[in-house]
């Protein structure tokens, strides 16, 4: 027994020599929901307070019938927030803005443990308790820690309600598998204390508002250009990398616009999105706000070429004597038009190379006046289209390569808004 607790004190203790750094003056809300992992909460609160936390804590009804308010009440030093209508907070806020101002304060807000109900209730939007008011007017990041049995966990309903979230923008701590209250076995269980304040920290560096008063203009996905009424020239841009960026961007503070052609993702939380099909349209979308933006980031798979007419009708088979021949026609170099009328912003391009990629690469830099571009190589990873991770190379406009090993798109996102900030 003596020997199991000192390992353990001990691996505490390394854990709070770097919690100390990050979490230090940070103010944390905490949304509890119900769960009988509730408990394990109150040890969050104070290992969170012993890294120089100030953290306050939310409940739901339900919450509160597995642990008492006044049990976080006296670890976070704070009143409980538990009911839209209570008045006697410590915030002495008004009732009507108590969500607000706790919305607000917060660098960070976690929910743990988060009920399958609380996070259903997320991803539609509902607000018919304190915490879903404060994560409602929350602009700041989110991070849940999914809480639940393993069949309620794996359900489909869940899972898919989970993956919209990310897709938003909230942060979703993975979660462990082992033995549940039930007796279950499988995922659904509340991580270790310590992984899930190293994932807060983990979030709380990658969203350090450094790029609050910036504007970024973002572009995104395929674009489509019709042949006729029914069918286009598409290509398999997922979009997921531009809006990684933007999302990236948003959570770093700045004001982010979102250009995007026909994709499937959920608009990332405090992104404005404008949505386009055409590169012409794309175009006009980018000139219209180019100007006022201080990075624009080129992430979108525009097509190169587009009928060049439309017709009118749909192209019927029926009665045709010859099978109809597509002619093509140039479409316009969104980023080359943008690189052209370049005042003071910075611009950030993307290059899709399967041969001579540096050199092309460099070129493309040059003939476009870019300040960076981010290469994909196709050589590199056959699954860049769709898939959650990728493998870039940057090129600054001195010709200086920089590779990167292979990322998850939001990592790859930070590198590149790390290099637009040093540019700006
Ligand atoms: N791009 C653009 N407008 C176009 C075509 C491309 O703004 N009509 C932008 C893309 O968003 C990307 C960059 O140009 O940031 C490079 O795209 P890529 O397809 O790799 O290169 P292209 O210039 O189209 O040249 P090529 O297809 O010959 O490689």
């Known amino acids: 027994m003596a020997v199991q607790r000192s390992r353990r004190s001990k691996t505490k203790r390394r854990g709070n020599r770097v919690t100390e750094l990050v979490l230090k003056g940070k103010h944390i809300a905490l949304g509890v929901t ?15 307070k012993r890294a120089g936390a100030d953290v306050k804590v939310i409940m739901t009804h339900s919450a509160t019938k597995f642990v008492t308010p006044m049990t976080f009440s006296a670890l976070s030093g704070h009143d409980v927030y538990t009911d839209l209508w209570m008045t006697n907070q410590d915030t002495k806020s008004d009732i009507g803005t108590r969500h607000i101002d706790l919305a607000q304060w917060a660098d960070i807000l976690l929910i743990a443990p988060a009920s399958a109900n609380s996070v259903a209730k997320l991803t539609h939007g509902l607000a018919d308790n304190f915490l879903t008011v404060v994560a409602l007017a929350c602009t700041r990041p989110i991070v849940l820690a999914p809480t639940m049995d393993a069949d309620m966990f ?3 309903i ?17 979660s462990p598998e082992g033995e549940h209250a039930s ?18 920290e983990d979030v709380l560096r ?25 069918r286009f020239i598409g290509n398999r841009s997922s979009g997921k990398m531009g809006f990684a960026i ?40 980018v000139a219209a706000r180019a100007k006022k933006a201080d990075a624009i980031i080129m992430a ?34 969104i980023l080359e038009s943008v690189g052209k009328t370049k005042n003071g912003h910075v ?6 190379e399967t041969e001579n990629e540096l050199s092309n690469a460099k070129a493309k830099v040059r003939k476009k006046n870019m300040d960076l571009v981010v290469l994909n190589s196709l050589r590199e990873s056959a699954d860049v289209f769709g898939s959650d991770a990728n493998a870039v190379t940057f090129i600054d406009k001195k010709g200086k390569v920089q590779k990167l090993p292979k990322l998850s798109k939001f990592d790859v996102a930070n590198e590149i808004l790390d290099r637009v900030k040093k540019l700006l």
């Open 34 to 48: 119900g769960g009988i992992a509730a408990y394990k909460c109150c040890y969050l609160v104070r290992e969170m």
């Open 154 to 156: 794996l359900s489909e």
């Open 158 to 174: 869940t899972q898919k309600n989970l993956s919209l979230l990310r897709e938003r923008g909230y942060f979703v701590i993975p």
């Open 183 to 200: 007796g279950l076995k499988g995922p659904g269980r509340l991580p270790d204390i310590e992984p899930i304040i190293a994932f807060v």
């Open 206 to 230: 990658k969203t350090n508002q450094d790029l609050q008063k910036k504007h970024i203009l973002v572009t995104a996905g395929p674009t489509y250009e019709a042949i006729d009424p029914v």
């Open 246 to 285: 933007a999302n990236a961007a948003a959570l770093r503070g700045a004001r982010v616009t979102l250009v995007s052609g026909p994709v499937a993702l959920e608009t990332p939380r405090n992104v404005e999105r404008i949505n386009v099909e055409s590169a012409q349209q794309m175009h006009e979308a």
């Open 300 to 333: 979108a798979a525009v097509a190169d070429f587009a009928p060049e007419k439309q017709a009118k009708n749909k192209i019927k088979k029926n009665g045709a004597t010859s099978i109809p021949e597509l002619k093509l026609a140039p479409t316009v170099d």
């Open 347 to 352: 611009v950030v391009g993307f290059a899709l």
